[in-house]
């Protein structure tokens, strides 16, 4: 059974939104290693739909100013969505049935990870429902103090640290999964 793996870059506060403006100053190579091999592991890529208009709106016509820019134009992706209709981004398949069904059919699949960057409300949905099987944080030492939180409007969820570092810029990499698996 394939992995659903959500990444985020987060705050000390919980905040995940808009990290452009508060992340930078805490990336370099190691944390670029870590994202690495997130995107090494993966073969598809599962999103909601606002990420996916922000990304397909940029990446097509930017593969070369990023090395993410290659990988993300040519991974399968999956986009969550019950407005979205149709996707034209190369390689994006809509999902706009039963979410769980969905999901559960797309876990059992042959292949690699399905990583998400991003989509928090999506990801609160996967773990409201048992679907996610790791969360990636990397935990930013900064107190953004607004913006949309990660852990908003969730019931208590047990989860258990499977690795954590400390990376040279004070951001802390935690790799969690639920506590029950």
């Given amino acids: ?103 559960t059919n797309l876990k059992s699949q042959p292949g690699q990870d399905i990583n998400i960057s991003g989509s928090p409300t999506l990801v609160r949905s996967l773990l409201t429902h048992g679907l996610l099987d790791e969360l990636q944080l990397l935990i930013h030492p900064i107190i953004v103090g607004t913006g949309q939180r990660l852990f908003d409007s969730l019931a208590q969820i047990p989860l258990k640290v499977v690795s954590s570092t400390t990376l040279q810029t004070g951001v802390l990499s935690v790799l969690y999964a639920p506590a029950d698996k």
């Fill in 1 to 103: 059974m394939r992995k659903i793996v959500s990444g985020f870059f987060i705050s000390l506060d919980g905040v995940v939104e808009s990290p452009e403006k508060w992340h930078f100053p805490y990336f370099n190579d190691e944390m670029g290693e870590v994202i690495g091999r997130g995107m090494q592991s993966a073969d598809a890529m599962l999103m909601g739909r606002k990420l996916y208009e922000e990304w397909s709106e940029y990446w097509p016509s930017n593969p070369d100013n990023d090395p993410f820019g290659d990988f993300i134009n040519n991974i399968q992706k999956y986009v969550v969505s019950t407005t979205l209709d149709k996707a034209d981004w190369n390689n994006t398949t809509v999902l706009n049935g039963d979410f769980v069904e969905e999901i």
